[in-house]
Each structure stands twice: as structure tokens, then as C-alpha cells.
């Protein structure tokens, strides 16, 4: 078994086979993170030894590609972020310091958004300038206890 670091150096050098890499399948991954190019068909092989599939190993060489694009010279370990990055969100690692693309933070704002729960009608938020209810566990309503906690301006109002 390999680790990631020699699976990456084997790309960037294209001397990479064909197959399909496993790696750990909890994304934890770093250049020490065992590593197997194997068929599709060997999957239940890995499985069992806490692998899973990733990426094919064509696709690699598609990560490297655009990783060097924002950083120079490129390092193994950036490349590893931009695999991750992938992963999560379906798209190439636009820089280094990068965020979850804004669709999904969006998705993730809701979501916490919503998770807040009704706000009471008995209690007002303690906002100078809001009339709306505080919700329960908070002194604010929803929108206020949401740029409170996240620190940013709050896209919601229902």
C-alpha cells in the first residue's frame, strides 16, 4: 500500500497508472494517508480495510492542473486540500484561503437559520430598533442572534 504523497509525486511526474485511487473514507486525509490505485471491481476489497474510492487517477492530474494555477511553486500538501475541496463541494479549489462556494454557505446559513426556533412573541428582542420576539435560549430574535453568532448580516426574515 501506498501512502498519498508518493500517489501525488507519481502524477505530477505523469507516471501515475490508470485506476481508481482509494484512500481513508473519513477526508482526514494528509501525505501520510494510505493510498491504493486498484480497478473499480476490487471496491469491497478496500472497504473493509476503511478505504473507499475517490477519484479516478486521470482526474488527479485535473486537480493538479488547476491547484497550479494559484499556488507557485505547487506543494504536495495544497494538492491534498484541492482533492478534499473537491470532494465536499463538487468544484476546483478556487485559492488557498477558500471558503465553502457561496451556494452552499448559503444552504448552511438556512439551515442554522431555521435551527434557531420560534421566536416569542412575550419577550421582545433585546435589538433598540427590532420588534420582533426573542427566541428561546436568546435575549435576540432570530436574525439578530444570527449575525450575534456568525458575524455577518443575516439574508433571512421569516
Known amino acids: 500500500m501506498d501512502n498519498l504523497d508518493l500517489i501525488i509525486n507519481k502524477a505530477k511526474s505523469g507516471q501515475l497508472p490508470k485506476g481508481f485511487i482509494y484512500l481513508p473514507d473519513n477526508y482526514e486525509?494528509?501525505?501520510?494517508?494510505?493510498?491504493?490505485?486498484?480497478?473499480?471491481d476490487d471496491a469491497s476489497i478496500f472497504k473493509s480495510s476503511g478505504l473507499t474510492f475517490t477519484f479516478s487517477s486521470w482526474f488527479i492530474s485535473e486537480i493538479i492542473e488547476k491547484a497550479s494555477a494559484i499556488q507557485k511553486p505547487l506543494?504536495?500538501?495544497?494538492?491534498?486540500?484541492?482533492?478534499?475541496?473537491?470532494?465536499?463541494?463538487?468544484?476546483?479549489?478556487?485559492?488557498?484561503?477558500?471558503?465553502?462556494?457561496?451556494?452552499i454557505q448559503i444552504d448552511e446559513d438556512l439551515l442554522f437559520y431555521d435551527s434557531l426556533g420560534l421566536e416569542r412573541i412575550?419577550?421582545?428582542?433585546?435589538?433598540?430598533?427590532?420588534?420582533?420576539?426573542?427566541?428561546?435560549?436568546?435575549?435576540?430574535?432570530?436574525?439578530?442572534?444570527?449575525?450575534?453568532v456568525l458575524k455577518k448580516a443575516?439574508?433571512?426574515?421569516?
Open 122 to 148: 412575550e419577550v421582545n428582542c433585546k435589538n433598540l430598533y427590532c420588534k420582533r420576539g426573542a427566541i428561546k435560549g436568546s435575549a435576540f430574535c432570530r436574525t439578530h442572534h444570527f449575525e450575534m
Open 75 to 103: 506543494l504536495n500538501e495544497t494538492i491534498v486540500k484541492a482533492m478534499i475541496y473537491y470532494l465536499e463541494y463538487e468544484v476546483f479549489l478556487p485559492d488557498l484561503e477558500a471558503t465553502p462556494p457561496i451556494e
Open 29 to 40: 486525509w494528509n501525505l501520510n494517508s494510505p493510498c491504493v490505485i486498484a480497478n473499480i
Open 154 to 158: 443575516c439574508r433571512f426574515q421569516h
